[in-house]
């Protein structure tokens, strides 16, 4: 896999500052590159605006800001790019400016320099083919705000290489993107379903089935969102509108082409008036509209191949901030309603058909099965991801009971020597999913958690046991069940981005699928309780220290460092040396240090300041979860792991039967819960 350096935008306009920012916001040395020093240096102060904003919103420190814009080079020569391993274009939707601008790159990037089109309208096709390198091209498809939006389609054409597929992949992933992977068709994945969704708004007001505040509201409701269509064009500008449909019309027909009411608001040069009353009585002919729409395009996108079922939920959930994707939204309203909207839709113009995915999905009378751990394999390495970046890849029933299918696929496939387990998008696995928490505790089935629970702790403990060597790439954020996950791995192989972290006292609960057990096995009883208690991160740099992390390595050299730690013979639990700098942790989770903490004490034999810091976190923990949790660490001593894990899950119905589990699991994310002890 290429390493990934340095990296050209071509354009310092909103778009191509946005996607400077964003790569030098996450550590890649960024050159930006206009035709005049003016528009250079209006795409510098751009990205310096934004980033004074995020010291006052106290997103960033000066610092941070100071090291981004060093990060920058800001030019007019084209040259400058010469040697990026990727250069984006992201330059105004002319064919010809854009095709005369590859032709350029072409000449002046060194071969190894893959080339990438941010094109919304046109083919990646279209560009590829004016280089001499059409396997090291790609698009990269951005949404606005790039600095801002997560979301980043990235789209090979039919000759592009699986290399720079690869390639296109890390960098999104090294510059802080969630990936979906989309054929190069008309619109891609999100615009394909976004412009009819934003046209049929304007088209039901050209034919006064509602008003604009009528139509507003019915689209809120429908796919709960902050903005409607029309304030969505206002924002972004009605031309781009205007111009995105126009396109999607001249490749796939009328239904897709602009109302006339848009092209003409287009004209005025005005926004359109949000103002007025909503109608009540009008709002669901719309949102059947809306639904028969956007549900019916997006099943047409997987007829034709363009994106996946859950990529194109990814795409309108991460891209577009919808509450749920079109797929999950089509098993929300059941596939016999949303038959009858789309079946609307086909009869009302007739260049849309009926998807035969709804025909098949309604004949089967089933909702749609969602996939979210993936299998590959690798030069005998295979890779289990778990693919739900939107819920930055959480635990719940089906996730759990999709890894154990995959694992057990891999296990039992003679071509495997080690299975590599890792995160979609920024994080590992940020835990389990509260939401099954919550509504399991409030429906009386704390029965079903625990069984739940101990599924997972099955799944663990062969993954820990298995004779194929596993290993976790920790190469984002884990907390709760994610750092579990990793710790019962055979082996982890971090990058500087990978963390761990227990915060589930802080939520009422305690860790749950044995990490305090593997910690205590790893590092002591003491570092245990005080990563336990007060849920403070651990970064891959510390926890590779303290020998947790197997090997610690940056991003490009991740794939042949698996291969050598998937032929190496590793001790997990192999005696070792705590370092220093983690004395004074080890004595705060000492057993004087531990009851003081419990009691609401100032912890003794440290530093003043560290003990008042530490009691204060631990302050705002759930007095009963610490209890518990500080029980069972010291109960399942010098027990084998097996054992060790029914220790734990004795006490599991006892935690979640308690208000204070109910409190901090309703108000994670949202505001400090307020615990009882009780």
Not at 104 to 115: N, V
Not at 165 to 174: Q, Y
Not at 347 to 366: C, H, N, T, V, W
Not at 421 to 445: E, L, M, S, T
Request: proline share 5%; with cysteine.
């Amino acid at each position: 896999m290429s390493e990934i350096n340095k990296i050209g935008v071509i354009g310092a306009g909103n778009m191509g500052s946005g996607i400077v920012q964003k790569i030098a916001q996450e550590g890649i040395n960024v050159v930006m590159v206009d035709i005049k020093d003016e528009f250079v240096q209006r795409g510098v102060n751009t990205i310096k605006r934004l980033l004074d904003e995020g010291i006052e919103r106290k997103i960033f420190s000066q610092e941070q800001v100071d090291q981004t814009l060093a990060r920058i080079e800001a030019t007019t020569d084209m040259n400058a790019v010469a040697d990026a391993d990727l250069v984006i274009e992201a330059v105004f939707e002319d064919k010809a400016v854009k095709s005369d601008l590859f032709k350029k790159l072409d000449k002046i990037c060194s071969e190894k320099t893959i080339l990438a089109t941010n094109t919304s309208s046109f083919y990646v096709r279209d560009f590829a083919e004016k280089t001499t390198r059409p396997d090291r091209f790609i698009g990269l498809h951005y949404f606005f705000h790039p600095a801002k939006n997560r979301l980043l389609e990235v789209i090979p054409w039919e000759k592009t290489s699986p290399e720079t597929t690869e390639t296109a992949l890390l960098a999104a992933k090294l510059h802080g993107k969630t990936s979906i992977l989309v054929k190069d068709a008309p619109g891609f994945c999100v615009n394909r379903f976004f412009v009819p969704f934003l046209n049929e708004a304007a088209r039901m007001l050209e034919e006064e089935l509602a008003d604009i505040p009528t139509i507003e509201e019915a689209a809120k409701r429908a796919f709960r969102i902050g903005m409607g269509p029309f304030e969505l064009m206002n924002v972004t500008g009605i031309p781009i509108a205007v111009h995105a449909a126009t396109t999607l019309g001249n490749e796939l027909g009328p239904f897709y082409a602009p109302a006339q009411i848009l092209v003409d608001q287009k004209e005025t040069g005005e926004n359109w008036n949000l103002s007025g009353d909503v109608d009540e009585t009008k709002l669901q002919p719309v949102i059947d509209r809306f639904n028969g729409v956007c549900l019916g395009v997006s099943a047409a996108l997987l007829d034709e191949g363009v994106a996946s079922i859950e990529d194109t939920d990814r795409g309108a959930k991460i891209g577009l901030r919808w509450a749920m994707g079109p797929f999950e939204l089509i098993n929300r309203l059941g596939i016999a309603k949303t038959y009858q909207v789309v079946s609307a839709i086909a009869d009302r113009y007739p260049d849309f058909k009926m998807p035969a995915i709804l025909e098949k999905q309604k004949a089967s009378g089933e909702p749609f099965a969602f996939n979210f751990v993936d299998l590959d394999i690798k030069d005998n390495l295979a890779y289990i991801t778990l693919n739900r970046p939107e819920a930055m890849n959480a635990l719940n029933e089906t996730v759990v009971a999709q890894m154990d299918a995959r694992f057990s696929e891999a296990e039992k496939n003679p071509a495997v020597d080690a299975i590599v387990f890792q995160g979609a998008g920024k994080a590992f696995v940020a835990g389990a999913d509260i939401r099954y928490f919550v509504k399991n505790i409030k429906a009386g089935k704390i029965d079903d958690i625990v069984a739940f629970t101990r599924k997972g702790h099955e799944l663990l403990l062969r993954i820990e046991n298995s004779d194929k060597k596993t290993i976790a790439l920790l190469d984002g954020l884990s907390l709760g069940g994610g750092s579990e996950l990793a710790l019962a791995c055979q082996a982890i192989v971090a990058t500087p981005a990978g963390s761990m972290a227990f915060p589930e006292t802080g939520i009422g609960i305690y860790p749950g699928l044995g990490g305090m057990l593997r910690m205590t096995r790893h590092v002591g009883p003491e570092l245990a309780k005080y990563y336990t208690f007060t849920g403070m991160p651990l970064s891959a740099e510390d926890a590779h220290a303290l020998g947790i992390v197997t090997r610690l390595v940056q991003p490009a050299r991740v794939e042949s460092t698996l291969k050598e730690v998937a032929t190496a013979t590793i001790d997990k639990y192999a005696p070792r040396e705590i370092p220093d700098k983690f004395a004074v942790m080890a004595t705060l989770g000492e057993a004087a240090n531990a009851a003081r903490l419990l009691a609401g004490q100032m912890p003794e034999n440290v530093p003043e300041d560290v003990a008042a810091k530490t009691a204060k976190i631990v302050g705002f923990k759930a007095p009963l979860a610490l209890k518990i949790a500080n029980e069972i660490i010291d109960a399942q001593m010098g027990l084998p792991m097996a054992d060790a894990v029914e220790v734990e899950l004795g006490r599991l119905a006892e935690i979640f039967a308690t208000a204070d589990a109910l409190e901090g699991l309703s108000s994670a994310g949202r505001k400090r819960p307020e615990f009882k002890g009780k």
